[in-house]
């Protein structure tokens, strides 16, 4: 039998999820659920039902494990308790400073109703995340470095596309290139935002709008760019659809550090990704895990669970033999 999904919500994350449910054998796409009117969603799964939210509750018997699609300001924040307490859930939720306290509130209501919900699930948090605690434990004495890009940030695009005249954006995290090396040399400076990242903004002005003005309400915007190097380049919006339609990105985890008894030995431990859809990997992400909400639900655990909390072997279809004959 398959672990049946249900989906809620449909933007980019939720259809890369769906787009990754086709992959997996193991488990099938039972629902997509919505806040919109579902005869205006057009899903991409054949019989599969859109249904609205409002009638999630119905489906408590219905599907397995509920992936959440929602964003982390507002919707996730709500949604991962109030559904943990029917269902197992999984989401992306990435506000890094709140994960303690959203943390509390799932495991609060997962465990209240004998369910798993697993929080923060991507690339980062989520496989970052890992790396950066295995290479911590391995190399305890030592320095962290994360460096995101060459991508587009979404949210700083929502960011740009909210200034006055604006009529399309994206903008793109670039890591600093003579600060990688720095690190890979087995350096360990402290660095400031700007040392490690540049951000680069393609931007579509409205007719008759004034560019220097948005140019500097770009550079100047304190938490998106005020502390970053800033190129903005106005296109057309035939070259913002030709060249910037896409959602790519990636990044990678430096860990420098050292070992022996007199510190003698430098280490340098790397881990990259680069990624021409950043939803469709994270909602690929989302399903590995779900699979593992299924597999600790089955045997009796509840309760809020991170991506520290969950063995390997629980994210895969293949069997303790498989894994242990073919990737040990």
């Known amino acids: 039998m398959s672990i049946r999904i249900g989906i809620l919500g449909y933007g980019n994350l939720a259809r890369g999820a769906e787009s990754a449910i086709r992959q997996n054998s193991d488990v099938e796409l039972a629902a997509v659920f919505t806040r919109r009117d579902p005869s205006g969603v057009q899903i991409k799964t054949a019989g599969v039902p859109v249904v ?11 599907i397995d494990v509920l992936i959440l699609g929602g964003g982390s300001a ?11 307490a029917m269902f197992n859930v999984v989401d992306s939720f990435d506000t890094h400073a709140n994960i303690p306290s959203h943390f509390e509130n799932v495991d609060k209501a997962a465990k209240a109703a ?22 911590d434990a391995v190399l305890p004495e030592g320095k962290n ?40 040399g087995g350096e360990t400076p402290e660095l400031t935002a700007r040392q490690m990242h540049t ?42 659809k030709q060249n910037h339609a896409g959602l790519p990105h990636g990044g990678f985890v430096l860990r420098s550090g050292v070992t022996g ?12 990704l680069k990624l021409d859809s950043n939803p469709e990997f994270t909602g690929s992400v989302l399903v590995a895990y779900a699979r593992a909400a299924y597999r600790l639900s089955k045997e009796g655990a509840s309760g809020c669970k991170t991506i520290f909390d969950i063995a390997p072997a629980y994210l895969s279809a293949k069997s303790g033999e498989e894994l242990r004959h073919s990737l040990l």
């Open 114 to 135: 004998g369910k798993v919900g697993i929080i923060s699930i991507g690339w980062d948090p989520g496989m970052f995340s890992l790396f950066r605690m295995v290479s």
């Open 74 to 84: 507002t919707d996730l924040p709500e949604q991962t308790p109030k559904y943990a």
């Open 199 to 240: 951000r680069e903004c393609y931007v579509v002005a409205k007719e008759g709008a004034d560019k220097a003005k948005i140019e500097q309400e770009i550079k100047t915007m304190p938490n998106y760019f005020a502390d970053y190097d800033t190129t903005v380049h106005f296109i057309s919006a035939e070259e913002m």
């Open 145 to 184: 470095y994360t460096f995101w890009g060459r991508g587009v940030s979404q949210g700083h695009s929502d960011a740009i596309r909210r200034i006055e005249g604006v009529a399309d954006a994206r903008q793109y995290t670039v890591p600093v290139d003579a600060t990688v090396e720095r690190v890979r």
């Open 261 to 272: 008894l007199e510190k003698e030995h430098k280490h340098i431990v790397e881990y990259s």
């Open 52 to 62: 609205h939210v409002d009638d999630l509750p119905a489906w408590k018997d219905k």
